[in-house]
């Protein structure tokens, strides 16, 4: 009971693995202050707001919403701008300083899986390249470089890997992980609340949830969907590209080539109605941007819907866009997380816009 149908096993914390002593939140002298990716745009805009930005594992000018408004955030001058990363991504492009980062291949550490409750090695093939250097060994610096003191900012990697894995059923130490490779944390299946006890008020499982409530959301479960979108305009849905991990590799030739041209694909009934067929080239558009997108129609796509994959490096787009450019940035009921399933928009041949 309560156990649902599948988790995101992303919390360290369920293999025995200690997110905090990596954090290390008793370091932070105030208030723990974040917003929503969501906001990034809005946030930017005003030096009011935030004087500086430190990127790293991200790239936000490609996977982030208000795409045109973010770039012109990203523009400001008096945005002091430090960006981590192997290549020249779109955010790279607007970096007042851009670290070299070391990959994966470079450096030791500790990987786990979304949904299997397994730990596995990451093993250090060769040397960094150049001048790049690992995430935590360019914090390590700029830590030394402005005088903190505490001794957790300079723990070494093989030191946190080895306490990291003191705390999981795994007790081989990261030597013997290089050779055992991915290892499960227990035998069985773990069952998600066996003891029956449920992290509510009640310690049961709240149909009825006073919690839920005071989020502002209903007490009970509710049946809740958008309403259809109004004539002439679609939901636009924007998967995962079969060729990309969000926008990894979207800079890589050989794959850029297997993708082809950034694509809009219709039901035939939705692409007669709106004038397109395959091949054509059509303005795709809502109240914050628009892009061009060449159209492809195919009976796997319900009436009503589009689907353009997301991922594509606007930079190596020849409007300079991808799909972000379409999404506003509106927020779900819960968790503040993006609701891009319910963007909509218009797709119109580029004839009659040229018009």
């Not at 960006?83 to 994966?104: E, G, K, N, W």
């Not at 949830?209 to 636009?236: F, K, M, N, T, V």
């Not at 995962?240 to 041209?261: R, Y």
Request: proline share 7%; aromatic share 6%; charged share 25%.
């Amino acid at each position: 009971p309560g156990a649902g149908l599948y988790y995101l096993n992303m919390d360290g914390g369920v293999r025995g693995i200690d997110d905090d002593y990596v954090t290390a939140p008793h370091l932070r002298s105030g208030e723990k202050k974040s917003f929503s990716h969501m906001e990034l745009a809005e946030r930017l805009e005003h030096s009011t707001n935030i004087q500086a930005l430190f990127c790293w594992n991200i790239n936000p000018a490609a996977s982030n919403p208000e795409q045109r408004r973010l770039r012109n955030a990203l523009s400001r001058e008096d945005l002091f701008s430090v960006v981590i990363d192997l290549f020249q991504t779109d955010t790279a492009d607007y970096a007042d300083i851009l670290l070299p980062a070391a990959s994966f291949l470079e450096f030791d550490d500790l990987v786990t899986s979304y949904f299997n409750l397994t730990i596995a090695p990451q093993v250090k093939a060769q040397e960094p390249i150049g001048e790049s250097l690992p995430n935590q060994e360019i914090f390590r610096r700029l830590a030394r470089a402005m005088g903190y003191e505490e001794p957790e900012l300079y723990e070494s990697d093989e030191s946190i890997i080895d306490h990291l894995l003191r705390g999981t059923s795994y007790k081989g130490g990261f030597d013997g992980l290089k050779q055992t490779g991915t290892v499960f944390i227990t035998p069985e299946p773990v069952l998600q609340f066996a003891d029956l006890q449920f992290p509510t008020p009640s310690g049961k499982i709240e149909i009825a949830s006073s919690q839920a409530e005071a989020d502002g959301h209903p007490r009970l479960p509710q049946s809740i969907a958008d309403p259809r979108p109004p004539a002439r305009r679609l939901r636009l849905l924007t998967p995962a590209s079969m060729w990309l991990m969000n926008d990894s590799f979207g800079n890589d030739a050989g794959i850029a080539k297997q993708m082809g041209t950034a694509t809009i694909t219709l039901n035939p009934q939705d692409a007669v109605a709106l004038g397109l067929k395959e091949g054509d080239e059509s303005e795709v558009s809502n109240e914050i941007g628009k892009i061009l997108l060449q159209v492809r129609v195919s009976e796997d796509i319900p009436q009503g819907v589009a689907l353009s994959p997301k991922g594509r490096w606007p930079k190596s787009e020849h409007d300079h866009a991808n799909v972000n450019v379409l999404n506003p940035g509106k927020k779900t009921d819960m968790g503040e997380s993006t609701s891009v399933h319910g963007i909509e928009v218009e797709v119109k041949p580029v004839s009659v816009v040229s018009i």
